[in-house]
Protein backbone atom coordinates (compact mmCIF):
# COMPACT_ATOMS: atom_id res chain seq x y z
CA UNK A 1 0.00 0.00 0.00
CA UNK A 2 1.54 3.41 -1.19
CA UNK A 3 1.69 6.00 1.46
CA UNK A 4 -1.46 7.78 -0.13
CA UNK A 5 -3.29 5.13 -0.06
CA UNK A 6 -2.21 4.37 4.09
CA UNK A 7 -3.42 8.23 4.54
CA UNK A 8 -6.57 7.65 3.17
CA UNK A 9 -6.84 4.77 5.68
CA UNK A 10 -5.67 7.15 8.42
CA UNK A 11 -8.44 9.47 7.90
CA UNK A 12 -10.88 7.46 7.30
CA UNK A 13 -10.36 5.60 10.92
CA UNK A 14 -10.15 8.64 12.62
CA UNK A 15 -14.03 9.41 12.36
CA UNK A 16 -14.92 6.09 13.95
CA UNK A 17 -14.12 7.44 17.50
CA UNK A 18 -16.63 5.20 20.33
CA UNK A 19 -19.09 6.81 22.55
CA UNK A 20 -19.48 3.73 24.75
CA UNK A 21 -23.06 3.07 22.41
CA UNK A 22 -24.48 6.50 23.87
CA UNK A 23 -25.82 9.26 22.21
CA UNK A 24 -23.67 12.28 22.88
CA UNK A 25 -26.04 14.30 25.11
CA UNK A 26 -27.59 17.67 23.84
CA UNK A 27 -26.60 20.94 25.25
CA UNK A 28 -28.14 24.52 25.05
CA UNK A 29 -27.00 27.51 23.12
CA UNK A 30 -24.56 28.95 25.30
CA UNK A 31 -22.82 26.33 26.28
CA UNK A 32 -22.35 25.29 22.40
CA UNK A 33 -21.47 28.90 21.38
CA UNK A 34 -18.86 28.93 24.52
CA UNK A 35 -17.22 26.09 23.00
CA UNK A 36 -16.97 27.70 19.49
CA UNK A 37 -15.55 30.90 21.14
CA UNK A 38 -12.54 28.98 23.44
CA UNK A 39 -11.63 27.10 20.28
CA UNK A 40 -11.71 30.00 17.75
CA UNK A 41 -9.57 31.46 20.20
CA UNK A 42 -7.14 28.80 20.64
CA UNK A 43 -7.01 29.00 16.46
CA UNK A 44 -6.24 32.40 16.30
CA UNK A 45 -4.04 32.46 18.61
CA UNK A 46 -1.98 29.77 17.69
CA UNK A 47 -1.92 31.37 13.65
CA UNK A 48 -0.71 34.30 15.20
CA UNK A 49 2.01 32.56 17.26
CA UNK A 50 3.01 31.25 14.40
CA UNK A 51 3.81 34.70 12.82
CA UNK A 52 5.23 35.80 15.36
CA UNK A 53 7.63 32.90 15.07
CA UNK A 54 8.30 33.87 11.52
CA UNK A 55 9.19 37.48 12.61
CA UNK A 56 11.68 36.39 14.67
CA UNK A 57 9.70 37.14 17.72
CA UNK A 58 9.11 33.71 19.38
CA UNK A 59 12.38 31.98 19.84
CA UNK A 60 13.35 27.73 20.10
CA UNK A 61 10.84 25.62 19.53
CA UNK A 62 7.04 26.65 19.32
CA UNK A 63 5.05 23.34 18.91
CA UNK A 64 1.01 24.68 17.67
CA UNK A 65 -2.48 22.89 18.47
CA UNK A 66 -4.13 23.98 15.48
CA UNK A 67 -6.93 21.10 14.35
CA UNK A 68 -6.97 19.81 18.32
CA UNK A 69 -8.89 22.66 19.92
CA UNK A 70 -12.41 20.34 20.48
CA UNK A 71 -9.98 18.08 22.91
CA UNK A 72 -8.73 20.52 25.64
CA UNK A 73 -11.72 22.50 25.21
CA UNK A 74 -14.07 19.50 25.96
CA UNK A 75 -12.12 18.23 28.58
CA UNK A 76 -11.63 21.64 30.96
CA UNK A 77 -15.40 21.99 30.59
CA UNK A 78 -15.61 19.06 32.91
CA UNK A 79 -13.36 19.89 35.40
CA UNK A 80 -14.34 22.24 38.51
CA UNK A 81 -12.07 24.79 40.54
CA UNK A 82 -9.09 23.25 42.12
CA UNK A 83 -9.09 20.11 39.80
CA UNK A 84 -5.13 20.22 38.14
CA UNK A 85 -3.88 20.19 35.04
CA UNK A 86 -0.28 19.03 33.55
CA UNK A 87 0.70 18.36 29.63
CA UNK A 88 3.60 18.47 27.60
CA UNK A 89 5.44 21.04 25.15
CA UNK A 90 2.06 21.30 23.18
CA UNK A 91 0.85 23.31 25.80
CA UNK A 92 -0.80 27.05 24.02
CA UNK A 93 -4.40 25.93 24.21
CA UNK A 94 -4.40 24.03 27.18
CA UNK A 95 -3.34 27.55 28.97
CA UNK A 96 -5.68 29.30 26.84
CA UNK A 97 -8.79 26.51 28.11
CA UNK A 98 -7.57 26.96 31.73
CA UNK A 99 -8.50 30.61 31.52
CA UNK A 100 -4.70 31.94 31.73
CA UNK A 101 -4.87 35.56 30.25
CA UNK A 102 -3.91 34.95 26.57
CA UNK A 103 -1.58 38.57 27.04
CA UNK A 104 0.33 36.68 29.66
CA UNK A 105 0.64 33.62 27.34
CA UNK A 106 1.43 35.59 24.57
CA UNK A 107 4.22 37.52 26.24
CA UNK A 108 5.72 34.31 27.91
CA UNK A 109 6.14 32.89 23.92
CA UNK A 110 8.40 35.66 23.29
CA UNK A 111 10.34 35.84 26.38
CA UNK A 112 8.99 38.99 27.88
CA UNK A 113 8.60 40.10 31.75
CA UNK A 114 4.65 40.32 31.33
CA UNK A 115 4.77 36.83 30.74
CA UNK A 116 3.25 34.41 32.94
CA UNK A 117 6.35 32.64 33.90
CA UNK A 118 8.30 36.03 34.02
CA UNK A 119 9.28 35.41 30.32
CA UNK A 120 12.14 32.49 31.61
CA UNK A 121 9.94 29.57 30.46
CA UNK A 122 8.71 30.10 27.04
CA UNK A 123 6.62 28.32 24.86
CA UNK A 124 7.09 24.60 26.29
CA UNK A 125 7.41 25.48 30.37
CA UNK A 126 4.21 27.98 31.56
CA UNK A 127 2.80 27.88 34.84
CA UNK A 128 0.10 28.88 36.57
CA UNK A 129 -0.48 28.14 40.09
CA UNK A 130 -3.99 30.36 40.02
CA UNK A 131 -5.46 28.26 37.65
CA UNK A 132 -3.95 24.89 38.84
CA UNK A 133 -1.80 24.39 35.57
CA UNK A 134 0.96 23.11 36.37
CA UNK A 135 2.97 23.43 32.86
CA UNK A 136 4.35 22.80 30.06
CA UNK A 137 6.76 20.16 29.86
CA UNK A 138 10.12 19.63 27.31
CA UNK A 139 10.82 16.13 28.35
CA UNK A 140 8.53 13.68 26.69
CA UNK A 141 6.24 11.79 28.81
CA UNK A 142 7.99 13.53 32.07
CA UNK A 143 4.31 15.15 32.90
CA UNK A 144 2.72 11.62 33.26
CA UNK A 145 4.46 11.08 36.54
CA UNK A 146 4.30 14.31 38.33
CA UNK A 147 0.45 14.33 37.37
CA UNK A 148 -0.01 10.65 38.66
CA UNK A 149 1.94 12.84 41.73
CA UNK A 150 -0.90 15.67 41.63
CA UNK A 151 -3.23 12.47 41.98
CA UNK A 152 -1.43 11.12 44.52
CA UNK A 153 -1.79 14.31 46.37
CA UNK A 154 -5.55 14.41 46.20
CA UNK A 155 -5.73 11.20 47.29
CA UNK A 156 -4.06 11.93 50.47
CA UNK A 157 -5.59 14.96 51.07
CA UNK A 158 -8.95 13.98 50.50
CA UNK A 159 -9.58 17.15 48.74
CA UNK A 160 -12.38 15.63 46.00
CA UNK A 161 -10.14 17.37 43.27
CA UNK A 162 -9.04 15.03 39.66
CA UNK A 163 -5.95 15.39 38.32
CA UNK A 164 -5.75 15.76 34.10
CA UNK A 165 -2.51 14.55 32.43
CA UNK A 166 -2.60 14.98 29.30
CA UNK A 167 0.65 13.52 26.31
CA UNK A 168 0.56 12.72 23.39
CA UNK A 169 0.54 9.25 21.03
CA UNK A 170 4.89 9.66 20.95
CA UNK A 171 4.77 10.00 24.71
CA UNK A 172 2.57 6.53 25.40
CA UNK A 173 5.47 4.72 24.49
CA UNK A 174 7.59 6.04 27.24
CA UNK A 175 8.60 3.48 30.14
CA UNK A 176 7.61 5.98 33.11
CA UNK A 177 3.73 6.07 31.35
CA UNK A 178 3.43 2.43 32.81
CA UNK A 179 4.95 3.11 36.09
CA UNK A 180 2.74 5.70 36.85
CA UNK A 181 -0.33 3.44 35.46
CA UNK A 182 0.60 0.84 37.82
CA UNK A 183 0.71 3.45 41.18
CA UNK A 184 -2.46 4.92 39.65
CA UNK A 185 -4.12 1.56 40.02
CA UNK A 186 -2.70 0.11 42.77
CA UNK A 187 -4.16 2.96 44.60
CA UNK A 188 -7.09 4.21 43.12
CA UNK A 189 -5.56 7.53 42.27
CA UNK A 190 -8.04 10.13 41.00
CA UNK A 191 -6.45 10.27 37.55
CA UNK A 192 -7.45 10.56 34.19
CA UNK A 193 -5.21 10.10 31.51
CA UNK A 194 -5.74 12.04 28.61
CA UNK A 195 -3.80 10.65 25.52
CA UNK A 196 -4.41 12.66 22.56
CA UNK A 197 -3.70 10.50 19.78
CA UNK A 198 -2.88 13.09 16.29
CA UNK A 199 -1.54 10.52 14.71
CA UNK A 200 2.17 11.43 14.42
CA UNK A 201 4.90 11.01 17.00
CA UNK A 202 7.08 13.88 15.74
CA UNK A 203 7.59 12.25 11.74
CA UNK A 204 6.27 9.13 12.53
CA UNK A 205 3.09 7.40 12.02
CA UNK A 206 1.36 5.75 14.84
CA UNK A 207 1.19 2.62 12.43
CA UNK A 208 4.85 2.46 12.31
CA UNK A 209 6.15 2.98 16.22
CA UNK A 210 3.31 1.17 17.47
CA UNK A 211 2.39 -2.24 18.04
CA UNK A 212 -0.79 -1.66 20.02
CA UNK A 213 -2.33 1.40 18.11
CA UNK A 214 -5.13 1.24 20.06
CA UNK A 215 -3.67 3.55 23.21
CA UNK A 216 -6.98 3.55 25.21
CA UNK A 217 -6.22 -0.31 25.78
CA UNK A 218 -3.05 0.24 27.40
CA UNK A 219 -4.06 0.17 30.48
CA UNK A 220 -5.37 -3.03 29.97
CA UNK A 221 -2.72 -4.96 31.88
CA UNK A 222 -3.09 -2.62 35.12
CA UNK A 223 -6.74 -2.70 34.77
CA UNK A 224 -7.46 0.82 34.19
CA UNK A 225 -10.25 1.04 31.81
CA UNK A 226 -9.95 3.06 28.22
CA UNK A 227 -12.07 4.73 26.30
CA UNK A 228 -11.70 5.98 22.47
CA UNK A 229 -13.47 9.38 21.61
CA UNK A 230 -14.12 11.41 18.73
CA UNK A 231 -11.46 14.55 19.77
CA UNK A 232 -12.83 16.41 16.70
CA UNK A 233 -16.17 16.50 17.93
CA UNK A 234 -16.30 18.54 21.37
CA UNK A 235 -19.52 17.65 22.48
CA UNK A 236 -18.29 13.44 22.63
CA UNK A 237 -15.42 15.09 24.13
CA UNK A 238 -17.13 16.77 26.72
CA UNK A 239 -19.54 13.70 27.21
CA UNK A 240 -16.67 11.56 27.73
CA UNK A 241 -14.62 13.58 30.42
CA UNK A 242 -17.92 14.24 32.45
CA UNK A 243 -17.71 10.49 32.73
CA UNK A 244 -14.36 10.13 33.41
CA UNK A 245 -14.16 12.99 35.98
CA UNK A 246 -17.33 11.17 37.39
CA UNK A 247 -15.64 7.76 38.15
CA UNK A 248 -12.31 9.65 39.47
CA UNK A 249 -14.43 11.51 42.10
CA UNK A 250 -16.35 8.61 43.13
CA UNK A 251 -12.96 6.73 44.20
CA UNK A 252 -13.08 4.09 41.54
CA UNK A 253 -9.89 5.25 39.99
CA UNK A 254 -7.47 6.57 37.40
CA UNK A 255 -9.02 6.24 33.47
CA UNK A 256 -7.35 6.51 29.71
CA UNK A 257 -9.01 8.70 26.87
CA UNK A 258 -7.61 8.01 24.27
CA UNK A 259 -8.46 11.52 22.10
CA UNK A 260 -8.63 10.56 18.17
CA UNK A 261 -7.53 13.86 17.04
CA UNK A 262 -4.92 15.78 14.06
CA UNK A 263 -3.09 18.58 13.76
CA UNK A 264 -2.84 20.50 10.80
CA UNK A 265 0.74 22.02 10.93
CA UNK A 266 3.99 19.86 11.22
CA UNK A 267 5.52 18.57 14.60
CA UNK A 268 6.60 22.03 15.57
CA UNK A 269 7.46 25.50 13.21
CA UNK A 270 11.14 23.93 11.90
CA UNK A 271 8.59 20.39 11.01
CA UNK A 272 8.10 21.07 7.48
CA UNK A 273 5.90 18.10 7.49
CA UNK A 274 6.91 15.51 4.27
CA UNK A 275 6.06 12.45 6.14
CA UNK A 276 2.06 12.97 4.80
CA UNK A 277 0.53 14.14 2.03
CA UNK A 278 -0.98 17.91 1.52
CA UNK A 279 -4.36 15.91 0.64
CA UNK A 280 -4.49 14.26 3.62
CA UNK A 281 -4.60 17.45 5.40
CA UNK A 282 -6.80 18.80 3.34
CA UNK A 283 -9.16 16.24 3.61
CA UNK A 284 -8.87 16.52 7.24
CA UNK A 285 -9.94 20.43 7.25
CA UNK A 286 -12.69 19.93 4.82
CA UNK A 287 -14.64 17.18 6.66
CA UNK A 288 -13.74 16.64 9.92
CA UNK A 289 -12.67 20.22 11.74
CA UNK A 290 -13.90 20.88 15.08
CA UNK A 291 -14.51 24.69 14.67
CA UNK A 292 -16.16 23.63 11.19
CA UNK A 293 -18.21 20.91 12.67
CA UNK A 294 -19.85 22.73 15.41
CA UNK A 295 -20.61 25.97 13.39
CA UNK A 296 -22.55 23.39 11.25
CA UNK A 297 -24.26 22.18 13.86
CA UNK A 298 -25.42 25.41 15.45
CA UNK A 299 -26.72 26.73 12.04
CA UNK A 300 -28.40 24.06 11.09
CA UNK A 301 -30.45 23.40 14.62
CA UNK A 302 -30.93 27.26 14.47
CA UNK A 303 -29.25 27.89 17.22
CA UNK A 304 -26.92 30.40 15.53
CA UNK A 305 -26.50 32.55 12.20
CA UNK A 306 -23.52 33.81 10.08
CA UNK A 307 -23.69 37.11 11.58
CA UNK A 308 -23.16 35.39 15.21
CA UNK A 309 -20.09 34.01 14.04
CA UNK A 310 -18.73 36.77 12.51
CA UNK A 311 -18.88 39.13 15.52
CA UNK A 312 -17.09 36.29 17.71
CA UNK A 313 -14.43 36.08 15.59
CA UNK A 314 -14.19 40.12 15.01
CA UNK A 315 -14.35 39.78 19.35
CA UNK A 316 -11.41 37.06 19.71
CA UNK A 317 -9.20 38.95 16.49
CA UNK A 318 -9.03 41.76 18.85
CA UNK A 319 -8.47 39.86 21.75
CA UNK A 320 -5.20 38.22 19.91
CA UNK A 321 -4.09 41.55 18.43
CA UNK A 322 -4.24 42.91 21.90
CA UNK A 323 -1.87 40.01 23.74
CA UNK A 324 0.23 40.53 20.61
CA UNK A 325 0.72 44.09 21.27
CA UNK A 326 1.02 43.53 24.80
CA UNK A 327 4.04 41.02 24.07
CA UNK A 328 5.44 43.49 21.66
CA UNK A 329 5.50 45.98 24.22
CA UNK A 330 6.40 44.29 26.84
CA UNK A 331 10.08 44.38 28.23
CA UNK A 332 12.68 41.85 28.16
CA UNK A 333 13.20 40.55 31.92
CA UNK A 334 15.67 41.86 33.90
CA UNK A 335 19.06 40.66 34.27
CA UNK A 336 18.49 40.61 38.02
CA UNK A 337 15.86 37.76 36.75
CA UNK A 338 18.31 35.08 36.14
CA UNK A 339 19.45 33.63 39.43
CA UNK A 340 15.42 33.97 40.77
CA UNK A 341 12.91 30.95 40.85
CA UNK A 342 15.72 28.24 40.15
CA UNK A 343 17.51 25.65 42.78
CA UNK A 344 21.09 26.51 44.23
Known amino acids: MNDKAQGADRASERGKAKRNGAAVPAMDREELLGFY ?21 IAGFCHLYIGQEAVVVGLQSALKPGDQVITGYRDHGHMLACGMDPRGVMAELTGRAGGLSKGKGGSMHMFSREQNFFGGHGIVGAQVSLGTGLAFANRYRKNDHVAMIYFGDGAANQGQVYESFNMAMLWKLPAIYVIEN ?11 SSSETHFYRRGSSFG ?7 GMDVRAV ?5 RAVARARAGEGPMILELKTYRYRGHSMSDPAKYRSREEVDQMRETRDPITQLENILLS ?40 DIYS
Open 37 to 57: RQMLLIRRFEERAGQLYGMGL
Open 301 to 340: AGLATEDDFKGIDREIRAIVADSADFARESPEPDPSELMT
Open 238 to 242: RDAGT
Open 224 to 230: IPGEEVD
Open 198 to 208: NQYAMGTSVER
